[in-house]
Structures are given as C-alpha cells and as structure tokens.
C-alpha cells in the first residue's frame, strides 16, 4: 500500500508564544471531528513539499508563507480511514502574511497558547502530545519519527534528531 504524502504545519504568532490551529468542527464524521490540529494536507502529485505546504496554508488559512522551518517528518503507517499509511513532513511557519481566516470548510481557526497545548489543555489526538514537544522545543532539531497506528489510535512511537 503506497503512503499519503502530507504537510502539517504550524502558522506562529509574532511572538511565537501562540498557534494557529484548525478545529475539525464542520463535519461529524471527519476523524478528526472535535480536535484541535494544525494546518495542511495531502500532497498534490504534482508539488514538492514546501509548494504543498504554502498552497495548504493558503486554502485554510487565507496566509501567505514567508519562511518555513521544516521541523521533521513523521511516518503514520495504519493512520487513515481505512487503514491507509500516511508520511508527514512537519513546518513552523514563523513568518507570514495576510488576515487569517476564521473559518474553513474543515473547522474553525483559533489562536491557541502554545504553553496550553504543551501542557494538554487543547482537544487534541492524544498521539500529537509526542511529538509537538519536538516541534516546539526552545532549541528545536529536526527529527524522524514513526508511529504506528491500530484501530484509530497511537501503538507505539519512536524517533531520532538530525
């Protein structure tokens, strides 16, 4: 079974200390329906992964990206719906410009402490909690990380910096 190419990334305020994050709240049977995630999707056949990214942040959040950070990639075998593998590669976006949406077809946009999230005060996949210390460490090194999922949820996770 051939992996889903994803972005996910993570639109920062001037002062770093808040995110932009995506409420999966339009759709009951979104997977995600209920929780807080960061922006971005499935690659286009076509784009590279920062194109991916850029273009992702502009469907969702009405921003332009001026600068990426990668922060590394993540491998989800057993991930999806029906049980698809999906590989991510993880963004800060400290830089960008325009007026964030509010909403979008997938939720609304909320600006959320990222000490909160940290600290497990968001609605989030459990499983995010592993890997966000990594994305937002005060001096953070990319990574790569593997976690397999069964029946909707994390089995295990592992990861190595650069």
């Known amino acids: 079974m051939q992996a889903v190419l994803a972005t996910l990334g993570y639109v920062l305020s001037a002062d770093r200390r808040h995110v932009l994050m995506i409420r999966r709240d339009?759709?009951?049977?979104?997977?995600?329906?209920?929780?807080?995630?960061?922006?971005?999707?499935?690659?286009?056949?076509?784009?590279?992964?920062?194109?991916?990214?850029?273009r992702e942040i502009r469907e969702e959040a009405g921003l332009d990206c001026l600068r990426l950070d990668f922060a590394g990639t993540i491998s989800w075998p057993g991930f999806?719906?029906?049980?698809q593998n999906w590989f991510g590669f993880l963004f800060r976006i400290p830089a960008w410009t325009g007026t964030p949406l509010t909403a979008n077809p997938e939720g609304s946009l909320h600006w959320v402490a990222v000490a909160d999230m940290l600290a497990g005060r968001v609605p989030m996949w459990e499983s995010d909690?592993?890997?966000?210390?990594?994305v937002f460490a005060a001096e953070p090194r990319p990574f790569h990380g593997v976690m397999p999922f069964r029946d909707g949820r994390a089995v295990s996770w592992s990861y190595s910096e650069i």
């Open 26 to 54: 339009a759709r009951p049977d979104d997977i995600h329906f209920g929780y807080h995630n960061g922006l971005g999707g499935k690659l286009e056949p076509d784009e590279d992964v920062t194109g991916g990214m850029r």
């Open 129 to 134: 909690r592993h890997f966000l210390p990594l």
């Open 80 to 83: 999806g719906r029906a049980g």
